[in-house]
């Protein structure tokens, strides 16, 4: 049996599977927000339950929104701030008498697609996660890649390629919450989206208001929408003059827009060097459960 955790700002999930991937328990519980030590109790107390739901001992594999550091062995990079800094796997393996896996939530999310996924049994894999922010993750043969800095997939802070002249006004009136202007997630994230249709229309709107906008034919949400295509297939372009993955999979909430799926394979055609891209781009298969089953997977068959 295999364990996920998803830790979340807001939920931490837990997950047990078979060695089908059949799901055998299933449960959340709320953040302890900015109590680390609470934060490692609750990730303990859910693997006991799932172990004393089934029966049975597992594997654990856990997902966070941040990395460890290959060189200080501790938390970095992630936006539920009380993490940095801390030993996790190493308290978490204190207390649990075995070893756990950590990775980025992003890269959770790539394995869980590439094990039994949309992109399942593609060697190379590539995966997005476009809701509130904007973060990737990379899965090859099946088992996350962090890289040498732990940075892997971090495509969101990089800048937003090939700017018009729109997009270098935007760049310079927004800061990204990492501290520097003109990333990729300010442009592309959901509350990129809406906030690029704030300012073309003087109105604040969630991204799926303007999405309803956008199928009643609304001029201004339609403009909004065809922005967000192009710098999505623009820094997909970047992915795939890089690493040319075999598989492109998009999760979060703004890759519930269907029509993504038939514009941006047409518009990234232009971007990618040489002008040739047949790489397909699909919807995450399981939703928002793919970041508690990539971590369960990180423990390969």
């Known amino acids: 049996m295999r364990i996920g955790i998803d830790l979340g700002g807001t939920k931490i999930e837990v997950i047990a599977l078979s060695d089908e991937g059949e799901t055998l328990f299933r449960y ?36 966070i929104p941040g990395t460890i ?16 800094g801390q030993p996790l796997d ?5 207390m649990l008498g075995r070893e756990v896996r950590i990775a980025n939530d992003a890269n959770c ?16 894999v590539f995966a ?45 009136e927004v800061s990204c919450y990492c501290g520097k202007q003109g990333c990729i997630e300010t442009f592309i994230s959901g509350t990129g989206f809406a906030t690029d249709y704030h300012r073309l229309s003087g109105v604040e709107l969630k991204g799926a208001e303007i999405i309803r906008l956008v199928e009643q034919q609304d001029p201004v949400a339609e403009l909004a929408m065809s922005r967000y295509e192009l710098r999505l297939a623009k820094s997909l372009a970047h992915v795939v003059n890089i690493l040319d993955p075999d598989m492109i999979v998009l999760g979060g909430g703004m890759s519930n827009v269907d029509r993504l799926y038939q514009t941006v394979p047409l518009l990234i055609k232009k971007w990618v060097f040489g002008g ?12 928002d459960s793919s970041g508690v089953r990539g971590a369960a997977w990180l423990w390969p068959q």
């Open 28 to 63: 959340r519980v709320a953040t302890p927000r900015d109590d680390y030590h609470k934060t490692t109790e609750a990730i303990v107390g859910l693997v006991q339950l799932a172990e004393e739901k089934t029966g049975q001992q597992g594997s654990v594999g856990i997902g």
């Open 69 to 84: 550091s290959p060189y200080t062995q501790r938390v970095k990079n992630a936006n539920s701030t009380w993490l940095n």
């Open 90 to 94: 190493k308290d978490l393996q204190k």
């Open 109 to 124: 999310l790539a394995v869980s697609e590439a094990v039994d996924g949309a992109a399942a049994g593609k060697a190379t």
């Open 128 to 172: 997005v996660i476009i809701g509130t922010g904007c973060g990737a993750g990379v899965a090859l043969n099946g088992q996350s890649h962090i890289g040498g800095n732990g940075n892997a997939g971090e495509w969101g802070h990089n800048p937003l390629p090939w700017m018009d002249e729109d997009e270098l006004r935007y760049r310079d």
């Open 276 to 287: 040739e891209c047949e790489t397909p781009i699909r919807q995450a298969v399981h939703g």
